[in-house]
């Protein structure tokens, strides 16, 4: 029996109450929990997966709602989005269910017409910090297929059991259901877009047999994969050339691409990354080889250029690159919130959409922060730029200008004082951090709480309260952390009369207060 939210108000009194009562603002809610009673499944954790809210998304066919929960069809044995254009089904035929994994570990197979596993992810593994959304982010970076489920609970600090109860209890499927759904979703995307022969795809995707992978397609998507290259054939331009893939990655509108294009454009490392004209470029250190990437923002999508030197780094990839360009927020339930105060309000309905900057790789995240305390982003680029030149791997790309991998903490670790300038201190500690990073002293996961993150990190000589804050903020995506130390944030709050104190307000989105605040200083200079 699949697990999910049954229909308990008559279908009249449903849509009488949706239409009434959803505002559509905040989607769901903070956890998901079922029980059982005879044949019927229930929500027991109100309002999360509400009958009435959600249905009515999918009455209106709201694409906001898309990658927050999937509809499953009990008359015909599909999932779908929420914005799937076909007929809304009666609602007593309808369960709504927290993950895809959970629909396809329920039997239920995926919408050809609306590809619901192609959707944003969900806001709720940011907003929330518990153990399932910790390990979500871990298995979306592809840590089950690398080293199995007992190494992610070992890494969250749970039994293997502890780990797979909690996961069924919120998200309606265990680690290996969810590893199933990426898996099916990352050989789909190869056998879509590129000519890669089936069993390479497979191995690629994370799958141990031929057979596996024949099997999950068939059950997911209703389809062999043959037939489903033949379909992507018929359209032009599908494949990409040997060793890079073509990729959109959707995003839940609005999206203000100037304040991300300035972030990145701002901080740009030669050899490293470039950016020209709208476009942002930059090499990849990956699980199991090296790789680079190409990205433009567009009207509902970035178009993703992706060359990889094993395909198996196709799913850890394309999850860095929606964290680190903020793909999965949920900006209408943000501006709504920050909308609501009169003197954020000009700033939010400037920018509407508004993103945090995530990140690629927490060790070079955390030594640019250090190598940048206290200077300029020029000088802080200067710095950086002689250390990936002199310790830095050669890699040989399609994207001009992207040449070099930003250096391992071994080597930062080995060389650093040969390298890099600047007061001894500061070279002695970021030497020391990463030399830290090497041994294993730290850990720089996206599965970390921001609390015992914060406190390893504050342990470390040369790290203060701001870097510690800026670091969790963009390694863990975290959606509410006020960064009230920085100097140019304050001038920002200045400029809107702001009295930083008074921050509970804004809670859970303090990050995308930080980044009005840094956009009003940045852009009034």
């Given amino acids: 029996m699949s697990t999910g939210v049954t229909v308990t108000p008559k279908p009249k009194q449903i849509r009488r109450r949706a239409a009434a009562d959803v505002d559509g603002r905040f989607p769901l809610a903070l956890g998901w929990k079922h029980c059982h009673s005879g044949d019927v499944t229930t929500a027991t954790t109100p309002p999360y997966l509400d009958f009435e809210r959600c249905f009515h998304a999918v009455s209106s066919r709201d694409s906001r709602f898309d990658g927050q929960f999937f509809t499953a069809v009990r008359t015909t044995g599909i999932y779908c989005r929420p914005s799937c254009p076909a007929r809304v089904p009666n609602p007593e035929n309808i369960i709504f269910l927290p993950t895809a994994a959970a629909a396809q570990h329920g039997g239920y197979r995926a919408c050809l017409r609306c590809a619901p596993d192609a959707v944003p992810g969900s806001p709720l593994w940011n907003t929330r910090s518990d153990l399932a959304s910790r390990a979500m982010r871990l298995i979306a970076d592809g840590a089950v297929e690398r080293g199995g489920v007992g190494s992610v609970a070992e890494t969250l600090g749970y039994s293997t059991r502890q780990l797979t109860r909690v996961l069924t209890d919120e998200l309606g499927a265990g680690p290996l259901a969810l590893a199933r759904a990426h898996r099916a979703h990352t050989a789909r995307l190869l056998i879509q877009t590129t000519r890669m022969p089936m069993s390479d795809i497979a191995f690629a995707a994370g799958f141990t047999s ?79 080889g090296n790789g680079s990437v190409s990205l433009r923002i567009e009207p509902g999508f970035v178009s993703t250029d992706l060359s990889l030197a094993d395909m198996r780094d196709l799913a850890p990839a394309v999850s860095r690159i929606r964290h680190l360009l903020d793909l999965d927020a949920d900006p209408v339930a943000v501006d709504a919130a920050l909308g609501d105060d009169p003197q954020l309000a000009a700033a939010v309905a400037s920018t509407p959409g508004i993103r945090v900057p995530g990140n690629l790789d927490g060790t070079e995240l955390l030594l640019r922060t250090m190598i940048g305390q206290q200077i300029s982003l ?13 310790l830095g791997e050669p890699i040989d790309t399609p994207h001009e200008g992207v040449t070099r991998l930003f250096p391992t903490a071994a080597a930062v670790a080995e060389h650093g004082h040969d390298v890099l300038t600047g007061p001894a201190r500061r070279v002695t500690a970021i030497v020391d951090v990463a030399r830290a ?21 504050l342990a470390l000589r040369g790290i203060g309260p701001w870097t510690a804050d800026y670091v969790s903020m963009r390694l863990l995506a975290d959606p509410d952390i006020l960064l009230d130390t920085d100097l140019v944030l304050r001038q920002g709050a200045q400029r809107l009369g702001l009295d930083l104190r008074d921050c509970d307000r804004w809670a859970p989105w303090r990050s995308y207060v930080s980044m009005h605040l840094w956009r009003t200083a940045l852009v009034n200079r």
């Fill in 437 to 457: 990073i090497a041994d294993g002293d730290v850990n720089l996961h996206a599965g970390r709480t921001i609390g015992d993150l914060r406190a390893e990190l």
């Fill in 210 to 288: 031929i057979r596996q992978f024949n099997d999950t397609i068939r059950e997911v998507f209703a389809m062999t994969p043959s037939r489903m290259r033949d379909d992507a054939e018929r359209r032009p331009n599908a494949f990409s050339t040997k060793g890079t893939v073509t990729l959109r990655l959707p995003y839940r509108t609005p999206l203000n691409p100037s304040w991300i294009d300035w972030f990145l454009s701002a901080h740009a490392v030669p050899s490293v990354e470039t950016w020209s004209d709208g476009s942002y470029a930059r090499s990849l250190r990956l699980p199991h």
């Fill in 378 to 390: 020029a000088a802080a680029a200067t710095h950086t730029a002689r250390l990936v030149d002199a």
